[in-house]
């Protein structure tokens, strides 16, 4: 999973709580994403990241908030989860835009009860 | 609306078997286009990536070919192992973004 790791793998966890989920990568890649898999969608854009702390939004960014203090982290918070937040999670980091390519980490799967 | 519409859903092959798998796309104007491999419980990994000028490119069993006229990609697997079970996503780019367009991605299931 080219240097990414996610934490944690798996969590559960109760609506209304806050969850942070980390990202960390050793490929010193500017370009860190947050996505979302769901069942009969593709993934989709959460928030990203291109540089230290500068971020953006993505096409489905209600409900999430981002930080990226060191080039290797880049965490994903869920101020108060929801059930809709149900959902694996994945990271991915590219050294640059454009027709450079883009690797994912392994995924972390969040389930609000 | 930029979509990414992939078929079949599911696909069941024999082992040593050959298939092709579709991919037909709205972005217009796009950079590039690519293939992804999504083993269960695993992250996309890259199996190729076509800019818009370029009309196939192969990474050892896998083919992928692109119509920009048509708008369609098709990803062909030759001689099928059962390592080959996973979900293919195809993946646009448009132009003038870096922002990934996914397709569902087609689930495909190699038997012995």
């Known amino acids: 999973d080219a240097g990414i790791t996610q934490s944690p793998r798996h969590k559960v966890t109760e609506t209304g709580t806050p969850v942070t989920l980390r990202c960390h990568q050793t490929?010193?890649?500017?370009?860190m994403y947050w996505y979302r898999q769901d069942p009969g969608h593709g993934l989709r854009l959460i928030h990203y990241?291109?540089?230290?702390?500068?971020?953006d939004k993505g096409e489905v960014s209600d409900g999430y908030s981002v930080s990226r203090s060191k080039t290797e982290d880049f965490l994903l918070t869920l101020e108060s989860a929801t059930s809709s937040q149900t959902s694996v999670y994945f990271c991915?980091?590219?050294?640059?835009?454009?027709?450079?390519?883009?690797?994912f980490g392994p995924g972390t799967r969040l389930t609000v009860t | 609306k930029n979509q990414v519409e992939q078929s079949p859903q599911s696909l069941i092959i024999l082992e040593g078997k050959n298939c092709t798998l579709q991919?037909?796309?709205?972005?217009?104007?796009?950079?590039?286009l690519r293939w992804y491999k999504q083993d269960t419980g695993r992250g996309p990994v890259s199996l190729t990536i076509?800019?818009?000028?370029?009309n196939t490119k192969s990474n050892g069993r896998y083919t992928a070919t692109l119509d920009a006229d048509t708008k369609q990609s098709s990803l062909h697997i030759t001689a099928s192992q059962l390592s080959d079970s996973a979900s293919y996503i195809c993946?646009?780019?448009?132009?003038?973004?870096?922002?990934?367009?996914f397709g569902t991605g087609t689930r495909l299931q190699v038997f012995p």
């Open positions: 991915a980091i590219s050294e640059s835009t454009g027709t450079y390519e883009q690797y």
């Open positions: 490929e010193n890649h500017r370009y």
């Open positions: 990241s291109y540089g230290v702390k500068d971020t």
């Open positions: 991919c037909n796309y709205t972005v217009s104007p796009f950079s590039n």
């Open positions: 076509m800019t818009f000028s370029e």
């Open positions: 993946v646009v780019i448009p132009h003038n973004t870096d922002k990934l367009i």
